[in-house]
C-alpha cells in the first residue's frame, strides 16, 4: 500500500472534481477534500482491497459531503430591495449566449430527482466511470449506465418542453 501522501497525491484531484460536482463550490470543494482523507486516514484500517482506491476514497467523500449538508441546511439569499447583482462585462455575445444555456442545463440538471442528479453530476462534472459511479452509490456498473441514460431523458423531455412552450 501506498502512504497517505503517495495516495493523497494520486486522487486528491479525482475527490476534488467529484466533490465539486456535488457542491458546485471550490472553496467547499477543497475543505471537504481535505476532510475526506483525514477521514481516510482514520479508517485506512477498513479498506480491504475489495474497491478501487479512488472508489473508496469518493464513498468516503460522498459520506462527508452529506454531513456537511445536514449540519449546513440550504438558505436562500434574497437580494435587498431596488438592488442589483453586480455582473462582469461579457467577452462576446456567443459567450453570453453560450453561458446562459450552460447555467439553464445546470439549473434543470438540479431539478432532477435523485438519483439521476447524482448520477448525471458524478458523470458529468466528476468524470466517473459508470463503474465507478455504481461503486459509490453501492450499485451495480449497469444500474449506473441505465440511471444515466434515464436521467438524460429526463433532462432532454424538460428542454424539448421548454422549447415548444417558448415559441
Request: aromatic share 12%; charged share 30%.
Given at each position: 500500500m501506498q502512504s497517505m501522501d503517495g495516495i493523497y497525491?494520486?486522487?486528491?484531484d479525482i475527490v476534488y472534481r467529484y466533490l465539486y460536482s456535488l457542491?458546485?463550490?471550490?472553496?467547499?470543494?477543497?475543505?471537504?477534500?481535505?476532510?475526506?482523507f483525514f477521514q481516510a486516514v482514520r479508517s485506512i484500517h477498513r479498506f480491504d482491497g475489495s474497491a478501487k482506491l479512488s472508489t473508496?476514497?469518493?464513498?468516503?467523500?460522498?459520506?462527508?459531503?452529506?454531513?456537511?449538508?445536514r449540519k449546513n441546511p440550504p438558505m436562500q439569499e434574497l437580494p435587498a430591495e431596488g438592488q442589483k447583482q453586480p455582473q462582469s462585462a461579457p467577452s462576446a455575445e456567443s459567450?453570453?449566449?453560450?453561458?446562459?444555456e450552460q447555467m439553464?442545463?445546470?439549473?434543470?440538471?438540479?431539478?432532477?430527482p435523485e438519483p439521476y442528479k447524482e448520477v448525471?453530476?458524478?458523470?458529468?462534472?466528476?468524470?466517473?466511470?459508470?463503474?465507478d459511479i455504481g461503486a459509490v452509490m453501492g450499485k451495480s456498473e449497469n444500474w449506473a449506465r441505465i440511471t444515466f441514460y434515464r436521467g438524460k431523458e429526463r433532462l432532454r423531455k424538460d428542454v424539448q418542453h421548454d422549447a415548444e412552450?417558448?415559441?
Open positions: 497525491r494520486q486522487y486528491a457542491t458546485r463550490k471550490e472553496d467547499l470543494a477543497e475543505e471537504l477534500t481535505q476532510e475526506t473508496w476514497l469518493c464513498a468516503i467523500a460522498k459520506n462527508v459531503y452529506r454531513s456537511w449538508q459567450d453570453v449566449l453560450g453561458r446562459l439553464e442545463l445546470v439549473k434543470k440538471l438540479h431539478r432532477l448525471l453530476y458524478l458523470r458529468i462534472y466528476g468524470a466517473l466511470s459508470f463503474r412552450h417558448s415559441l
